[in-house]
Structures are given as C-alpha cells and as structure tokens.
C-alpha cells in the first residue's frame, strides 16, 4: 500500500520511524531501575466489563 502524501496513513495514523526495539526497552528499564514506586493496583470492574478482560 502506498502512503498518502504528508506522511499520512489511512485511518489519520502516521508513519513516526521505527518501532522501538527490545535492546531499547531494556535500556530504558536499566535507567530506571531504582527510580520507581512498585504499588498495588486495585482491579477496574468496569473497564472488565466494557472490555470482556479482566483489568487487575
């Protein structure tokens, strides 16, 4: 498929370059190792039910 001039995809998407990879994430990660709070997350009944999954 070729794509609409200005960088427009169908659907009013645009192309932004490459994905971001996985070496990428984990270097992300590393840098915020240590910066970060881990808290519970309280389950979200009404997105479950709009979405059929199960939001926890």
Do not use: H, K, W, Y
């Not at 994905?19 to 910066?35: F, V």
């Not at 009404?46 to 939001?55: A, D, H, N, P, W």
């Amino acid at each position: 498929m070729e794509e609409p001039a200005g960088g427009a995809m169908p659907g009013g998407l645009r192309d932004n370059g490459p994905m971001t990879g996985l070496p990428e994430i984990r270097a992300a990660a590393a840098r915020l190792q240590g910066q970060l709070l881990d808290t519970p997350c309280v389950e979200s009944r009404t997105l479950s039910q709009i979405t059929g999954c199960r939001f926890t």
